[in-house]
């Protein structure tokens, strides 16, 4: 039988995927839950030290479906905040949690706003309660950047380098730092999270999106009292993005371990963010439509993975398809050498040009 555990950072998962932070980590209950079917690890919903400030409206999601299939979600917009509920109560829940499962993965994410006395406070009172490690948000989209956090604070690699310089300060647990997609580069702030201690990095947070406009009432959506906000976006149509996230910080930041995800549904996706560089897969938006059972076929489907290509364990494939990314102009080479091989002879550069223009008709003239 393959091996599904990975060990990172002295921790060890039975399993590479772990519950993306969000509604699948949303108590104690359902985080017990998720141990008692087998997930590999957990990330809590956002927590903050004053949940006052915290504010979330009705409706604060939106569906971008399949037009031949209504069911089937492609798409997943949320205007949703960090917890709403008190850090009290989420410091008892999350040593209840790691009493009641003391060999399964706890990870608590936090955020605060840019102080250090804050982010200190919140580090050291969180590791207090047993978590085996913290995962900063400096990645929320939305709602949180108005007041200077989240994606605000993970868009500015200064920024990124010195908040998790202060939470690495602190803590006595490893530290992930949680990248936005919404930049340019998402090099840039792996970087600096490294550069400030983190112990990983996890990716990608949403994508900022408007998932449409409601053609009776003309309103964006999800509207709230008629008005909308940009928000974050999820789920199945994000996964190529991701992939390309994951790719890019596995090549800057090379040894670092990074827990991927976006758009994972199925073990074929995972196994694609792990051949790419990622030793943990995290899973929010794919729990929340298809229910935390999930994690059985996820098991199972990784475990046949693993056999067919007969590896031995999960960390055997990890980053495997990471060197086979380069230059377009080194693919065109590579191209024209190829052909000269089988040609057998020196050919014109432009040989191809009939296969290229065939590709393009089989799009075009269907
Ligand atoms: C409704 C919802 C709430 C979320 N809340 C949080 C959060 O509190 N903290 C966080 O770091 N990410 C949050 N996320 C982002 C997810 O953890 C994840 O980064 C993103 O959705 C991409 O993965 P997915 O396609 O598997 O959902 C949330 C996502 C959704 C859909």
């Known amino acids: 039988m393959a091996d599904l555990s990975i060990e990172i950072n002295g921790l060890r998962f039975p399993n590479p995927f772990v519950l993306g932070s969000g509604p699948p980590g949303t108590n104690a209950r359902v985080i017990k839950r998720s141990f008692e079917l087998g997930w590999g690890g957990i990330v809590c919903k956002t927590l903050s030290l004053d949940h006052e400030k915290v504010k979330n409206t009705v409706p604060r999601y939106g569906k971008l479906t399949d037009p031949d299939n209504k069911k089937k979600v492609i798409g997943f917009q949320n205007i949703e905040l960090i917890s709403d509920r008190p850090f009290d109560l989420w410091l008892e829940e999350l040593a209840e949690c ?9 990870i608590a994410s936090i955020m605060e706003e840019c ?25 929320c989209p939305h709602g949180l950047p108005e007041r200077a956090m989240g ?18 300060s602190a803590s006595k647990i490893p530290v ?31 994508i900022l ?14 509207t709230v009292e008629g008005y909308t906000v940009p928000g974050g976006y999820s789920g199945k149509a994000v996964m190529p993005i991701a992939l390309r996230h994951i790719m890019e910080i596995c090549r800057a930041c090379p040894g670092v371990h990074v827990s991927g995800m976006g758009g994972v549904e199925t073990a074929e996706d995972a196994a694609q963010f792990i051949l790419l560089g990622s030793s943990t ?11 935390y059972e999930m994690i059985s076929d996820l098991c199972q489907g990784l475990e046949t993975f693993l056999e ?3 590896f031995a364990g999960v960390a055997d494939m990890v980053g495997l398809s990471l060197p086979y990314f380069s230059t377009h102009a080194d693919l065109v080479e590579r191209q024209l050498q190829a052909k000269r091989e089988k040609a057998g ?4 550069d432009d040989m191809w040009r009939g296969d290229i223009a065939k590709e393009t008709d089989s799009l075009v003239t269907d």
Request: charged content about 20%; aromatic content about 4%; proline content about 5%.
């Open 209 to 222: 999106c408007t998932i449409g406009i409601n053609l009776k009432t003309l309103r964006p959506m999800p």
């Open 308 to 310: 067919q290509h007969e």
């Open 281 to 291: 897969v995290q899973i929010c938006t794919g729990a929340m439509l298809n229910g």
């Open 345 to 348: 002879e020196t050919q014109r």
């Open 176 to 206: 992930w730092a949680k990248m936005t997609p919404n930049v340019t580069d998402p090099t840039l702030s792996a970087e600096a999270a490294i550069r400030g201690g983190a112990d990983g990095i996890s990716a990608i947070n949403t």
């Open 98 to 106: 790691k009493d009641a499962y003391p060999d399964n993965v706890l």
């Open 151 to 168: 994606a605000a604070m993970g868009q500015d690699p200064e920024m990124v380098e010195m908040v998790t310089g202060w939470a690495t």
């Open 115 to 139: 102080e250090k006395d804050l982010w200190v406070e919140i580090v050291e009172r969180t590791q207090e309660t047993g978590v085996d490690a913290l995962e900063l948000n400096l990645s």
